[in-house]
């Protein structure tokens, strides 16, 4: 049984996905990230960067118990422990990777930003709101390009690099985006959450999710000054 200190955040919801996709057995131990969890010492042992999501695995690639932080390397290590999403040809392989590294150093980041700016920031900065709304924009299409050509982010199959992206895409909203903008995107997405396991995955911690505004002391936590201490 692996455990999986999670929240119902995108990069939480990665892992979600592919627990239930692949069927490995795993236990849910909310972190809250608005209450500081994060910050508990066990919690950075585990992670030390104060991210969501990390696992525990008792049984190792050696035997031995191993902890991982960072939902890319979770999503490869789950793979290559199901032997599942991720194909063991060297041409395919380097290509859903390709999509993955996509996804940890663009639609992350930058989706995150337009979020955060059109969302969260307590006023609107002019430069930042554009800046972000322009670049999901044009995520979107770099997106919705490769989508007119193959039917999976990675080409033929479904893979991590469609669990990896799809949860960053369902507050296309609140990035400034329009879905009907982007067709490709839109038969990809729809595909994406009729999945079953999808469904399931997206049910984990759904009572805990905050869809209204977010309270003082929550983003004083998140992006205020505890976030910046040093732990």
Known sequence: MIDLYTWPTPNGHKIHIMFE???????????????????QPAFLKISP???????VDPDGPDGAPISLFESG???I????KSGRFLPSAPRERYVTLQ????????IGPFLGQAHHFRYYAPQ?????????????KRLYGVLDGRLAVVPYIAGDAYGIADMAIFPWLRSHARQGIDLADYTNVRRWFDAVVARPAVGRALEVLADRRREGP?????????????QYRRH
Not at 99 to 106: D, S, Y
């Open 21 to 39: 996709e692949t069927g490995l057995p795993y236990r849910v131990i909310p972190v809250d990230i608005g209450a500081g969890d994060q910050f």
């Open 49 to 55: 960067n104060n991210k969501v999501p990390a696992i």
């Open 73 to 75: 390397v979770i999503l």
């Open 77 to 80: 290590y789950l793979a290559e």
């Open 99 to 106: 999509w993955l590294m996509f996804q940890m150093g663009n």
């Open 124 to 136: 609107r900065i002019p430069y930042a709101y554009e800046r972000y709304t322009n670049e999901a």
């Open 214 to 226: 977010i309270s003082e002391r929550e983003r004083e936590v998140m992006f205020g000054a505890t």
